[in-house]
């Protein structure tokens, strides 16, 4: 099991940047793939990035080019690294302790509460 904290959430011009992190605590974390999650109002949660417990990556055509997600696994972190932001990034972000597949798909299972990021126009 893995507890997680997101924090680094705010309000950002378009073309900003901000990084957000994603804290765990348990003593499994290297053994977790994470993803980062965002949900805007009205729209289903998607998943933006995802980083597999031995650093591969993949990410949401999206925010490609513009995001980056890292980990950090001596502090038991993960970090979404968002530039060039644009207004339809505002959402919720999540991030979600999980299983990276061969595949490269992400299941999901443990969540975050969530931070806040606007872009304004």
């Known amino acids: 099991q893995v507890q997680l904290v997101e924090s680094g959430g705010g309000l950002v011009q378009a073309g900003g940047s901000l990084r957000l992190s994603c804290a765990a605590s348990g003593s499994t974390f290297r053994a977790f793939a994470i993803g980062w999650y965002r949900q805007a109002p009205g729209k289903q949660r998607e998943l933006v990035a995802a980083i597999s417990s031995g650093g591969r990556t993949n990410y949401a055509d999206s925010v490609k080019g513009r995001f980056t997600i890292s980990r950090d696994n001596a502090k038991s972190a993960v970090y979404l690294q968002m530039n060039n932001l644009k207004p339809e990034d505002t959402a919720v972000y999540y991030c979600?302790?999980?299983?990276?597949?061969?595949?490269?798909?992400?299941?999901?299972?443990?969540w975050g509460q969530g931070t806040q990021v606007t872009v304004s126009s």
């Open positions: 979600n302790g999980g299983t990276m597949l061969d595949s490269d798909y992400f299941s999901p299972n443990y």
